[in-house]
């Protein structure tokens, strides 16, 4: 174990600031100021109405978000290089320590700055400079009911807490923990930004999460590993490899989840040219491209020169991708304060608006059905991840020569394209606010998305594809074989508990409280969907999955799971079509005082128990052609391995009679 005399023997004082660094922050405080100026956010209001804040409200907010979040992204990524560096027995090493002190001081700044910016709030949401707005309960009030006020409250507990614990970790599982308390801190303002008001505030928001923690991850990582090659760092090669991976998913991240954003509040191409918000996007995508086309570079060369032992190309590489990247950071403050665009159909907000989030459709049809799109970003991103970490595993192992079965790539995709099609159409726009249409959600993405997704044996294609790490270390993969042999998995694998899941799920969501909840709370909606196709992949996991698990029932009790899942199905729905109980409360009673074509709740909840009752029974079908599949070839696998016993320990008979033969022959031929 390391101790505090040996933590004094190591360089613990930060090293000298690179080169870069001034150059960087000035350059964003440029891009920042002009960019401002471009949109509007730094100048006096207009309109009537509405109060001055004042210079020091005006421009000190932006530049003190400017400075958050470039120390959120600092910290965030001095605590990733921290964790990725080698750990002796768990306990880190001086580059590590070196690493937290670094981060320490960025959490500092990050404090200050977030408590500048939660006081500058203040003053921008009352309208009032800040002297004034700081005099009475304001502050108070503001603090600790308002949710800005409380989330960048939180902000300022929650980085305080890290700056003093960085300087005081010592092991490797203390930076993981402060990594994921520095990736926390980013979730409270994301969730109350500018992308919180408007049509589709949540899944904007959720987007904006995605899209600032893969920044932070980003930013973050480059300035620390650009750091790391500056002070001559012994594991350079191995730590710009491995953030190389990171950084290629946090462009993912941040491209996705910014187009996604993008094209919530962008409502026609034309204002990406006519809008000042529009000319500031179009800006920070141009950014995004140069710094790809960056780390593009960095995989096909740089890395390899590192390799040689030549660091120079990659140090200049890094830090010209630095400084553009501050000015990304500027790009993307300066855009925060500007407002979108409206939409000139903006409507009046009823109480049907304020429950959905959005307009509310027009009068269902298929066309609608079909033709109309729903932002939803987590479903969007995670299949869009699904996508390319499945086909780069693939891709793996048929580049060192390895095959992977055809159909179980095409039913991974065509389980996720079922995934995209059920939460990103109309399906989810009409399921907000028809039972039947959702209830034709639940079950798609409860029984038949599920089945597809089981059978691309994705937990195999990982633990194929994924290099083991070295030895005495821990990677993805031995974390995924970890995971497999858990005693969470022993226990959630159970046939006996992954069939209690599946068929208990819909009884306890719909015949609760706990629908109508998740209806009016949109996070709670998205788990609940993510409830149900988890619910549906562990079960189906049990019966035709071919991963690895702790157990597997044998067939004939798979089939009989899988008759008396279909009967509860039944059940459900008969019970759902008799149930003289609206499900749902008062929310659809609600949308229907607003929405002039909706049917009767109580007729439309009987179409959604006759859908139920009827669904199941294609899905069922298809599992169990897929057990009698499996069941045969099982069968022939067994009927082959006793065929080669036999035939090895008949070849064991022969061989050892001949040797008793020729044993004879030979006392015999003696005597």
Not at 587 to 592: D, M, N, Q, V
Request: proline share 6%.
């Amino acid at each position: 174990m390391s101790t505090t005399a040996e933590r004094r023997t190591d360089p613990a004082r930060a090293p000298s600031t690179p080169r870069w660094a001034v150059p960087a922050v000035l350059t964003g405080v440029v891009v920042l100021t002009v960019a401002l100026l471009v949109g509007g956010g730094g100048g006096e209001p207009t309109l009537p109405g509405i109060t001055d804040t004042g210079p020091v409200t005006r421009w000190g907010l932006p530049l003190a978000t400017y400075t958050m979040q470039g120390a959120a992204a600092v910290t965030v990524g001095f605590l990733l290089v921290a964790a990725m560096l080698p750990a002796r027995d768990g306990d880190l090493g001086g580059e590590a320590l070196r690493a937290l002190r670094v981060a320490s001081w960025s959490a500092g700044v990050w404090t200050l700055a977030a408590a500048a910016v939660h006081l500058l709030t203040l003053s921008d949401l009352v309208g009032l400079p800040l002297s004034r707005a700081l005099t009475g309960p304001s502050f108070l009030t503001y603090t600790l009911e308002i949710d800005q006020g409380r989330a960048y409250a939180a902000v300022v507990l929650l980085t305080a807490s890290l700056a003093l614990a960085a300087r005081v970790t010592l092991g490797h599982g203390g930076a993981v923990a402060l990594l994921v308390v520095g990736l926390g801190a980013l979730v409270p303002p994301a969730l109350v930004g500018h992308s919180s008001s408007g049509d589709f505030h949540h899944p904007a928001s959720v987007s904006l999460l995605v899209h600032v923690v893969g920044v932070a991850l980003w930013v973050g990582g480059l300035v620390a590993v650009s750091w790391y090659a500056a002070v001559g760092g012994r594991h350079l090669p191995r730590i710009a490899a491995s953030f190389s991976a990171v950084a290629l998913a946090a462009f993912v991240m941040v491209a996705a989840s910014g187009a996604l954003n993008g094209a919530i509040r962008v409502t026609t191409p034309l204002d990406l040219l006519t809008t000042s918000y529009g000319w500031l996007l179009g800006a920070k995508v141009v950014a995004l491209v140069l710094l790809g086309l960056a780390g593009w570079t960095h995989r096909r060369r740089t890395l390899g020169e590192l390799d040689n032992g030549r660091p120079g190309a990659f140090r200049r590489l890094a830090a010209g991708e630095v400084v553009l990247m501050a000015a990304t950071v500027g790009l993307a403050v300066a855009l925060s304060r500007t407002p979108p665009p409206a939409p000139e159909d903006f409507g009046a907000v009823t109480r049907a608006r304020e429950l959905l989030g959005f307009v509310p459709p027009p009068e269902i049809s298929p066309l609608r059905l079909a033709t109309l799109v729903y932002p939803e970003p987590v479903f969007a991103l995670g299949c869009l991840a699904g996508l390319l970490l499945y086909v780069a595993g693939v891709a793996r192992l048929r580049s060192r020569g390895d095959r992977w079965p055809v159909g179980r790539t095409i039913a991974w995709l065509l389980g996720l394209a079922v995934v995209a099609v059920t939460t990103l159409s109309g399906l989810q726009t009409y399921g907000m606010v028809l039972l039947s249409a959702h209830m034709t959600q639940h079950m798609v993405l409860g029984m038949l998305a599920p089945i597809l997704l089981v059978l691309g044996a994705p937990i195999t294609l990982a633990l194929r594809a994924l290099r083991p790490a070295r030895r005495g270390e821990t990677g993805p993969r031995e974390w995924v074989l970890a995971a497999t042999r858990s005693r969470v998995a022993r226990v959630l694998t159970h046939p006996v508990v992954a069939f209690a899941i599946f068929v208990s799920a819909p009884f306890v969501v719909y015949f609760t409280g706990l629908f109508e909840y998740a209806m009016r709370h949109h996070t709670a909606h998205t788990l609940m969907s993510l409830h149900f196709m988890a619910a549906g992949y562990l079960f189906y996991e049990v019966l035709i999955g071919v991963d690895p698990l702790p157990r597997r029932p044998p067939y004939p009790a798979r089939v009989g799971l899988q008759f008396a899942a279909m009967a509860f199905h039944a059940i459900f729905g008969l019970a759902l079509m008799e149930s003289a109980l609206l499900v749902g409360g008062e929310y659809f009673l609600e949308l229907g005082n607003d929405i002039a074509w909706l049917p009767d709740p109580l007729d439309d909840q009987r179409v959604a128990g006759q859908l139920t009752w009827s669904f199941g029974e294609l899905p069922a079908l298809v599992v169990l052609a897929v057990l009698v599949v499996q069941w045969v070839r099982s069968d022939e696998r067994d009927a082959r391995r006793f065929d080669r016993r036999e035939a090895d320990a008949e070849a064991e008979r022969i061989a050892y009679n001949a040797y008793l033969a020729e044993l004879d022959r030979r006392t015999r031929g003696q005597r």
